[in-house]
């Protein structure tokens, strides 16, 4: 039986992906593995799934000041011994590493057991803890064409990002009955997120009794962002958070308005949904979402506008227009090298672990 260690943490973004793996690799009889940070996010998801987890030490690797860059290097040189260790001990064929802060060590202890390492990139441009494990890889797994340009030559593979299967399983009828919506509408569904969604949810509920003249609007808003005045108006529902019913929502929604973060569009992509998407400003993050927007947009996907731009007008003519036109966008995705990113991904362990 093969063995491998996948590693990734910090957000749920750099642990999802690992997740979307799990089924195929265990189909191929994998002994699967997972080292992260003792606190992070990825520790509760991935324990719930009954995976072996280890936590070693992790020093957040930032651009900025701030008094914890004094003491944080010393984290990352613990996390690297207590990392050599786990590989020493585990004897891993391969890892794969999603990315994070966590993963630096882990992607460092590899290298030095002699362990191959593919590096899975979700946005345009690789961030700070992927461009130091970059040359201790074997391979880097991409999401956009642009980027794979941008890597060493012979290392980037363009297979887009593995989403959980279940996704693509939802039931149209099943979202009908938990919204309470007609089936004879179109159906929108808003992803503001919970990070920085106030603007999105702002620009949707100031044009949301024209938007209801067309359509119905499922909203998900983000922890403490719902709108109680809105809560009885018909044809819109709002959430919170959805979890178990997403899936179902994604059936129902026959376009969708989102921000730009790079799991959240590829997932768009693999359920061939059109979407506009309102990237985070610049101002407001490493500008990334915009990037990713803008491949996405060139290669025929979605719509961009960015949040600058935003007036009730453009929002609701944008909408408009791409509900026109989705099936322009659904055939251009349809075409797309990108959607079928677990086999691609699990494709390249295997032939790493053959060697």
């Given at each position: 039986?093969?063995?491998?260690?996948?590693?990734?943490?910090?957000?749920?973004?750099?642990?999802?992906?690992?997740?979307?793996?799990?089924?195929?690799?265990?189909?191929?009889?994998?002994?699967?593995?997972?080292?992260?940070?003792?606190?992070?996010?990825?520790?509760?998801?991935?324990?719930?799934?009954?995976?072996?987890?280890?936590?070693?030490?992790?020093?957040?690797?930032?651009?900025?000041?701030?008094?914890?860059?004094?003491?944080?290097?010393?984290?990352?040189?613990?996390?690297?011994?207590?990392?050599?260790?786990?590989?020493?001990?585990?004897?891993?064929?391969?890892?794969?590493?999603?990315?994070?802060?966590?993963?630096?060590?882990?992607?460092?202890?590899?290298?030095?057991?002699?362990?191959?390492?593919?590096?899975?990139?979700?946005?345009?441009?690789?961030?700070?803890?992927?461009?130091?494990?970059?040359?201790?890889?074997?391979?880097?797994?991409?999401?956009?064409?642009?980027?794979?340009?941008?890597?060493?030559?012979?290392?980037?593979?363009?297979?887009?990002?593995?989403?959980?299967?279940?996704?693509?399983?939802?039931?149209?009828?099943?979202?009908?009955?938990?919204?309470?919506?007609?089936?004879?509408?179109?159906?929108?569904?808003?992803?503001?997120?919970?990070?920085?969604?106030?603007?999105?949810?702002?620009?949707?509920?100031?044009?949301?009794?024209?938007?209801?003249?067309?359509?119905?609007?499922?909203?998900?808003?983000?922890?403490?962002?719902?709108?109680?005045?809105?809560?009885?108006?018909?044809?819109?529902?709002?959430?919170?958070?959805?979890?178990?019913?997403?899936?179902?929502?994604?059936?129902?929604?026959?376009?969708?308005?989102?921000?730009?973060?790079?799991?959240?569009?590829?997932?768009?992509?693999?359920?061939?949904?059109?979407?506009?998407?309102?990237?985070?400003?610049?101002?407001?993050?490493?500008?990334?979402?915009?990037?990713?927007?803008?491949?996405?947009?060139?290669?025929?996907?979605?719509?961009?506008?960015?949040?600058?731009?935003?007036?009730?007008?453009?929002?609701?003519?944008?909408i408009c227009q791409l509900y026109e036109e989705r099936e322009s966008y659904e055939k251009a995705m349809e075409g797309s090298s990108q959607s079928n990113a677990i086999e691609a991904i699990v494709d390249l362990i295997c032939q790493l672990t053959k060697k």
């Open positions: 039986m093969k063995r491998i260690v996948l590693t990734g943490g910090g957000t749920a973004g750099h642990v999802t992906p690992n997740i979307a793996l799990l089924p195929r690799l265990q189909e191929l009889n994998y002994e699967v593995h997972y080292i992260g940070s003792r606190d992070g996010i990825e520790k509760k998801l991935i324990q719930e799934l009954g995976i072996p987890y280890y936590g070693i030490s992790s020093g957040k690797l930032r651009r900025y000041f701030d008094p914890k860059n004094f003491s944080d290097p010393f984290r990352v040189i613990k996390g690297y011994q207590e990392a050599r260790k786990l590989m020493k001990n585990l004897k891993p064929d391969i890892l794969f590493s999603k990315g994070g802060f966590v993963s630096v060590p882990v992607v460092l202890a590899a290298r030095h057991c002699h362990v191959p390492a593919i590096l899975h990139e979700s946005d345009m441009t690789p961030g700070l803890a992927n461009k130091l494990c970059i040359p201790s890889a074997a391979k880097i797994c991409c999401n956009f064409p642009e980027t794979v340009s941008c890597l060493p030559s012979g290392k980037a593979v363009l297979t887009g990002s593995p989403i959980r299967q279940e996704l693509l399983t939802g039931s149209r009828l099943a979202a009908l009955n938990f919204t309470g919506f007609s089936a004879n509408r179109p159906v929108i569904l808003v992803m503001g997120g919970s990070m920085g969604a106030a603007a999105v949810n702002d620009a949707i509920r100031a044009i949301l009794p024209r938007l209801l003249d067309r359509f119905q609007v499922i909203h998900l808003c983000g922890k403490g962002k719902t709108d109680p005045s809105l809560s009885q108006t018909p044809g819109y529902v709002q959430y919170e958070y959805i979890k178990g019913e997403l899936r179902d929502l994604f059936a129902l929604a026959d376009i969708v308005v989102s921000r730009a973060g790079a799991n959240a569009i590829c997932e768009l992509l693999a359920l061939r949904k059109p979407s506009l998407l309102i990237p985070l400003s610049a101002a407001a993050s490493r500008g990334d979402q915009i990037l990713n927007a803008r491949s996405f947009e060139r290669q025929g996907f979605s719509k961009v506008l960015e949040e600058e731009a935003i007036t009730e007008e453009v929002l609701f003519n944008s």
